[in-house]
């Protein structure tokens, strides 16, 4: 079955932290309609093995292709970095992930060479930022190539601090300081905030890496790379009124929209549980 | 069908924490052949709703049923905190949860009627701890009753600063000075620590604390309970050698052996996955 233009876009996060990428997305494509889905029962995706994380997000585009929608979104960092490959392999609907934009987005901003890159333990581990900086340089980035550097740490506990909203805390900074110095020590210019999370301790960050070093953020980066392969496939949406947004949560709705409110920017209307994971 | 003596106990946690309840078991009651079942796939419970966590709860049980287990001790305090009655009035086989047996503690060990309580957010806002403290003293502690006072806060960091391995740590110290000045404040002599990852941070809560506040495990009363259930129902084990100990997780076995073993006391064996959750 061919796409079709007016269906939806489809999204998925293992929480709350993909909000950040749908407020892009209706940005950039504000006709286009969005299905959302967040694994609030079974968040977080971090701490999990390959084999799980995999099974999680088939089971997320699974979900979301129920509603027909004409791509997949995956906004997770975690879920990007373990399973987008399987997702493209094995779904007709195209597959963007936040890896390969935020990549390109450090690449382009570094002047240095120097990139760092902080995740969850499963991002990290999977060096997925690493492979797209790398493929990066060499296709797009020549004269960066040969001098490309990088530097990546897992940073378990910035997601229960912003979880707990201790954004601009002397606790936070504290934490920060011992998980950023290594950016310091090798003098990096260009960070990849490489989970969702992060951006909420964006300032603490950037207090403790002092000027001069700039922090990447995917969610902007994904919304233009959606909207490319979008009008690539002849996918984009010809409706000049402004799209629907439907919300999915595997756990409390009323939780996810309260605490989704600050990352999505507004208020998260029409939101319902599905609880078939 | 009647419960058979020789069968194995059963017992389920969302992660690895339920493991020291497990150690105790095997302290006081030898013989007895066990299941472990740990959700890892889904962990952490403590973040998620009533419903969630009484759905996954039940799916635990039926699990762990497979194995004709002749009783479930629910080692999980988030578990037993929400779910505990649901499986007590749908299952047939005894279900042992780990807030009674530490509150009995807490009120034995006070002798101002002061008793704090820290748990995950859920545990916290369900209140079980509260009600069982009144009940238990009410029949069992009269003279207490009157003037029992609990004061409790959630310590949602504790659990990601214990798996982070920040055990004496100046960070840990901190967030517990933060976490625990209330119960300073308001002279409680004796601290249940409703979370199974806690006792990993009873070197710090107790440096913060001072000398003077007992800090209550429920582990080892939890075990005292199951021995005297079994007893009472006449289904110990009358075997004279070791109990065999299987587990299962819903995520990787291999880092669940790793991490467990400070849990447990000893080194993890005949460990499976079982991806039906």
Same mark, same amino acid.
């Given at each position: 079955m061919a796409q079709d233009k007016n269906n939806p876009i489809g999204v998925f996060d293992s929480g709350v932290g993909g909000l950040t990428v749908v407020k892009q %997305?209706?940005?950039y494509l504000p006709c286009e309609d969005i299905v959302y889905f967040g694994d609030t029962a079974r968040v977080p995706y971090g701490t999990k093995s390959t084999k799980t994380i995999e099974r999680f997000? &088939?089971? !997320?585009?699974l979900f979301l292709l129920r509603f027909k929608v004409k791509c997949i979104v995956v906004a997770c960092n975690t879920s990007s970095s373990i399973a987008l490959k399987l997702l493209q392999d094995n779904f007709k609907a195209p597959i963007i992930g936040v890896i390969e934009p935020g990549a390109r987005e450090a690449i382009s901003s570094t002047k240095a060479g120097r990139i760092g890159i902080i995740g969850?333990?499963?991002?990290? /581990?999977?060096?997925?930022?690493?492979?797209? /900086?790398?493929?990066?340089a060499k296709s797009e980035f020549p004269q960066k190539? %040969?001098? %490309?550097?990088? &530097?990546?740490?897992?940073?378990?506990?910035?997601?229960? +601090?912003?979880?707990e909203g201790w954004l601009n805390d002397p606790v936070t900074k504290?934490?920060?300081?011992?998980?950023?110095? &290594?950016?310091?020590?090798k003098k990096v210019d260009s960070l990849i905030l490489g989970c969702t999370h992060y951006p909420l301790l964006k300032?603490?960050?950037?207090?403790? /890496?002092?000027?001069?070093?700039? +922090?990447?953020?995917?969610?902007?980066q994904c919304a233009i790379e959606t909207k490319n392969v979008l009008y690539r496939e002849e996918l984009l !949406?010809?409706?000049?009124?402004?799209?629907?947004?439907?919300?999915?949560?595997?756990?409390?709705?009323?939780?996810?929209?309260s605490s989704g409110r600050k990352f999505l920017g507004s208020a998260i209307k029409c939101i319902r549980r599905h609880e078939d994971v």
């Open positions: %997305l209706v940005k997000s &088939v089971e !997320n585009a969850t333990s499963a991002t990290i /581990l999977s060096k997925a930022y690493e492979s797209e /900086l790398k493929r990066i190539y %040969l001098s %490309l550097k990088t &530097v990546s740490k897992s940073c378990p506990l910035f997601v229960s +601090l912003a979880e504290q934490v920060a300081k011992r998980y950023l110095s &290594v950016f310091k020590q300032d603490v960050i950037g207090s403790v /890496l002092g000027r001069g070093i700039c +922090l990447v953020d995917s969610a902007r !949406n010809t409706k000049k009124q402004k799209g629907v947004l439907r919300f999915f949560v595997s756990d409390e709705p009323n939780k996810f929209a």
